[in-house]
T-cell receptor, first 116, second 109 residues
């Protein structure tokens, strides 16, 4: 079946630094990918829609200059958390749609970010 | 704004029991509804997708229904097993999904 991978699976960084998270579709091309954030015991909240070859679309309240998204190819989207703060610590998950007909979403395994 | 609610927040059952998880949403638009399983610290595994034109989907011991008029979906798990223990999430949307907070299921041996 469709597989979406993320790298790294977990990362610890210091406040003020930047960290990049990769999301790859392994056996299909994805013109659109989605980035979600999940805080402990909370649901997933959509952060932004990553569009191949164009600018990402951010949800209300998500700072586009802080969460940089680049979708440079049909199989790779990256999320860069810039000038990270402890409150950015969260579980970041991406998803992609393999089947344009059904639009079924396939999710990556997630990246646990801890900012110290 | 689309809202998705899942009840109960947590459920503990003995092994072998049949159970129902509920998902309600606030709009009747033409959207998919997708059920997922999430194990602790892991990503989401898709269980069942119900397209907007469908009313029901089945996979093994799982059956999901969708009633757009009442704004509800249910996930039925038959003959539950300890390996079914996880958090179950429903997500609604066309591609980008709005999620409920999930139901944490514990199946006791």
């Amino acid at each position: 079946g469709a597989v979406v991978s993320q790298h790294p699976s977990w990362v610890i960084c210091k406040s003020g630094t930047s960290v990049k998270i990769e999301c790859r579709s392994l056996d299909f091309q994805a013109t659109t990918m989605f980035w979600y954030r999940q805080f402990p015991k909370q649901s997933l909240m959509l952060m932004a829609t990553s569009n191949e070859g164009s600018k990402a679309t951010y949800e209300q309240g998500v700072e586009k200059d802080k969460f940089l998204i680049n979708h440079a190819s049909l199989t790779l989207s990256t999320l860069t958390v810039t000038s990270a703060h402890p409150e950015d610590s969260s579980f970041y998950i991406c998803s992609a749609n393999r089947d344009r007909g059904t639009r079924e979403q396939y999710f990556g395994p997630g990246t646990r970010l801890t900012v110290t | 704004k689309q809202e998705v609610t899942q009840i109960p927040a947590a459920l503990s059952v003995p092994e072998g029991e049949n159970l129902v998880l509920n998902c309600s949403f606030t709009d009747s638009a033409i959207y998919n509804l997708q059920w997922f399983r999430q194990d602790p610290g892991k990503g989401l595994t898709s269980l069942l997708l119900i397209q907007s034109s469908q009313r029901e989907q089945t996979s093994g011991r799982l059956n999901a229904s969708l009633d757009k008029s009442s704004g509800r979906s249910t996930l039925y798990i038959a003959a539950s097993q300890p390996g079914d223990s996880a958090t179950y999430l429903c997500g609604r949307g066309s591609e980008k999904l709005v999620f409920g907070k999930g139901t944490k299921l514990t199946v006791n041996p």
